[in-house]
C-alpha cells in the first residue's frame, strides 16, 4: 500500500507565492518519477511540472520562470515552489508518483488534491 498526501495549498493573491509538499508512504522501494498535475473547474487534468530520480525536471509552458520542482528522495517527498501566481493557476493540484513497491512492483499513485486559489 502507498499513499501520497498532499499539502500546502490555500488562498493567496494574485503576485504570491505558495509552496506545495507531497509526502509518499508505505511500500516503498524506490520512486522514479514524481510530478504535479493540476485541474481547473470544468478543464482536464494538465501536467504542472515532473521531477526524475536523478533530478531532471520538466515545466509546462505556462509555468516555467514562476514555478520550481524539488524533491528529497530520502524523504520520499516531492515540492512546489509557485511564485508570481496568477487568477489562472488556480486549480486542484495532485501530486503523482511512479512507485517501485517493496515487493518489485511499479505502479502509479495520485494523492488526494490540494486547492490553490490565487484571487485577483
Known amino acids: 500500500q502507498v499513499q501520497l498526501v498532499e499539502s500546502g495549498g490555500g488562498l493567496v493573491q494574485a503576485g504570491g507565492s505558495l509552496r506545495l509538499s507531497c509526502a509518499a508512504s508505505?511500500?516503498?522501494?524506490?520512486?522514479?518519477?514524481m510530478g504535479w498535475y493540476r485541474q481547473a473547474p470544468g478543464k482536464q487534468r494538465e501536467l504542472v511540472a515532473t521531477?526524475?530520480?536523478?533530478?531532471?525536471?520538466n515545466y509546462a509552458d505556462s509555468v516555467k520562470g514562476r514555478f520550481t520542482i524539488s524533491r528529497d528522495s530520502a524523504k520520499n517527498t516531492a515540492y512546489l515552489q509557485m511564485n508570481s501566481l496568477k487568477p489562472e493557476d488556480t486549480a486542484v493540484y495532485y501530486c503523482?508518483?511512479?512507485?517501485?513497491?517493496?515487493?518489485?512492483?511499479?505502479?502509479?499513485?495520485w494523492g488526494q488534491g490540494t486547492q490553490v486559489t490565487a484571487s485577483s
Open positions: 503523482y508518483g511512479m512507485v517501485q513497491t517493496a515487493i518489485g512492483r511499479y505502479g502509479n499513485y
Open positions: 508505505g511500500s516503498i522501494l524506490k520512486i522514479n518519477t
Open positions: 521531477i526524475t530520480s536523478d533530478g531532471s525536471t
